[in-house]
C-alpha cells in the first residue's frame, strides 16, 4: 500500500519579523484523514506558521506546500479552510448572513442551515457578530472555516473559551471532519485536547520544532502530555 499524499509539507521554514527570528528552520506535514496538533508556548511561532501556510506571510527562507501546490496559490485557496485566532471585527452582520456570504465563495459550499445547525449556533445565528459572547464567536468562526468544504483546515486554538459542553461538540465534529478524509492542523494549549484529539503531535519551541511523534509514544513511560510539553520547551514569551 502507497502511503498517503502528504496534505501539507512545510520544509525548513524561516521567517523574521521585527528583527527577530520567529520560525527557524521548522519542518512538519500533515496528512489527510488525520488530526495533526501543533503545541507550543505562548509566543513560539504556531499562528505564524499558520499565516505562512494559508500564504497570509512570506516566509524568508524554506517552502510550505498545500495539497500539491506552493502556500497561498489560487488553484489552493478554495480547497483550504482557515478559523483564526481573532477574526477582527466582524461587527454588525449576524452569523447566517456571514456564512451565507462565504458560502457564496465557493463552488461546493455546506448547506448553510444544516451547518449552523451542526455547528451549534441555530440559538444565536441571528445575533450580529459584536454582540455573541467569546465562546459563541468561536463556533461562527469554526462554521467559517469549514463552510467550503475544506481538504485541508487550519484551526487555530478553535476551543479556546468554549464551555466543556461546546467543546466536546467541536471534538466531535474534528472527528466526523477526519473520517470523510479532511487533514486538520490545530493549535491548543489544551493538553488534553491535543491527547484525545491528536493523530501526531509537534511540540514548536522558539519557532523549531523540538519533539514530536504520535501521543501514545511521546507519553510513553509515565509521563503525560503535558509533562513532554514542560520538558521540550522553555517557559518566558520570548
Ligand atoms: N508582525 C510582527 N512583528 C513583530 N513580531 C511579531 C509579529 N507577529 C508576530 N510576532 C512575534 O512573533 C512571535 C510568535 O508569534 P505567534 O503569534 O506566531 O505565536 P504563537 O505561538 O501563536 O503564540 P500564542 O500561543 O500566544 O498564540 C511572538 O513573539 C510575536 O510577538
Known amino acids: 500500500m502507497t502511503a498517503p499524499v502528504a496534505a501539507l509539507v512545510v520544509d525548513r521554514l524561516s521567517v523574521t519579523l521585527g528583527g527577530r527570528a520567529v520560525l527557524d528552520g521548522l519542518s512538519l506535514s500533515a496528512a ?21 501556510c494559508t500564504g497570509l506571510l512570506s516566509p524568508d527562507a524554506g517552502a510550505v506546500t498545500v495539497l500539491g501546490r506552493p ?6 485557496a478554495a480547497r ?4 483564526p485566532q481573532s477574526t477582527g471585527a466582524w461587527s454588525g452582520i449576524r ?6 456570504h462565504l458560502a ?3 463552488a461546493r459550499p455546506h448547506d ?3 451547518l449552523v445547525r451542526r455547528c451549534g449556533i441555530d440559538a444565536f445565528a441571528r445575533t450580529p457578530y459584536r454582540r455573541l459572547s467569546g465562546g459563541q464567536q468561536q463556533a461562527v468562526n469554526l462554521a467559517g472555516a469549514l463552510i467550503g468544504r475544506p481538504e485541508l483546515v487550519f484551526l487555530d486554538e478553535p476551543t479556546a473559551g468554549m464551555d466543556p ?31 484525545a484529539l491528536a493523530d501526531h503531535v509537534y511540540i514548536v519551541d522558539a519557532g523549531r520544532v523540538s519533539v514530536s511523534g504520535t501521543v501514545s509514544a511521546l507519553t510513553s513511560g509515565d509521563q503525560s502530555l503535558e509533562d513532554v510539553f514542560l520538558a521540550h520547551t522553555h517557559g518566558a514569551t520570548r
Open 32 to 52: 489527510p484523514g488525520r488530526l495533526t496538533a501543533v503545541l507550543g508556548p505562548n509566543g513560539a511561532g504556531k499562528t505564524t506558521l499558520i499565516r505562512c
Open 71 to 76: 502556500a497561498g496559490s489560487a488553484e489552493v
Open 80 to 83: 483550504v479552510g482557515l478559523m
Open 95 to 100: 452569523a447566517v448572513e456571514l456564512l451565507e
Open 104 to 106: 457564496g465563495l465557493y
Open 112 to 114: 448553510v442551515d444544516a
Open 165 to 195: 459542553h461546546a467543546r466536546r461538540a467541536t471534538w466531535s465534529l474534528l472527528d466526523e471532519l477526519r473520517a470523510a478524509g479532511v487533514a486538520i492542523v490545530l493549535t491548543t494549549h489544551a493538553m488534553d485536547e491535543a491527547q
